[in-house]
Nanobody, 117 residues
Framework: QVQLVESGGGLVQTGGSLRLSCVASTTKFHIGTMGWYRQAPGKQREFVASVLSGGNAVYDESAKGRFTVSRDDAKGTLSLQMDSLRSEDTAVYYC???????????WGQGTQVTVSS
């Protein structure tokens, strides 16, 4: 069973930065697309950013220009550098990855990000 573990969440003031990390419990299997999603209270989970196995990054409009997603396949890690944080970025952030062949979707347990004004 593959596990994804997130870290790096916390409390930050508006305009501040945080860096989220996600690590897979094994790199024995092929890891395809890895991505970040978030869920604010009372809202559905939404896409933030992802990185394809070839390295191409995709961002939601709300994240463009402020967030940077990256991955290290050798270590099985995914990162999200978040700058210029806004109160509306407050949410639980989840790591997702498609692992194995055929690929299965795995989710982390989530890490809380709170942006205070």
């Amino acid at each position: 069973q593959v596990q994804l573990v997130e870290s790096g969440g916390g409390l930050v003031q508006t305009g501040g930065s945080l860096r989220l990390s996600c690590v897979a419990s094994t790199t024995k299997f092929h890891i395809g697309t890895m991505g970040w999603y978030r869920q604010a209270p009372g809202k559905q989970r939404e896409f933030v950013a992802s990185v394809l196995s070839g390295g191409n990054a995709v961002y939601d409009e709300s994240a463009k220009g402020r967030f940077t997603v990256s991955r290290d396949d050798a270590k099985g890690t995914l990162s999200l550098q978040m700058d210029s944080l806004r109160s509306e970025d407050t949410a639980v952030y989840y790591c997702n990855a498609f692992i194995g062949s055929p690929p299965l979707s795995y989710w982390g347990q989530g890490t809380q990000v709170t942006v205070s004004s």
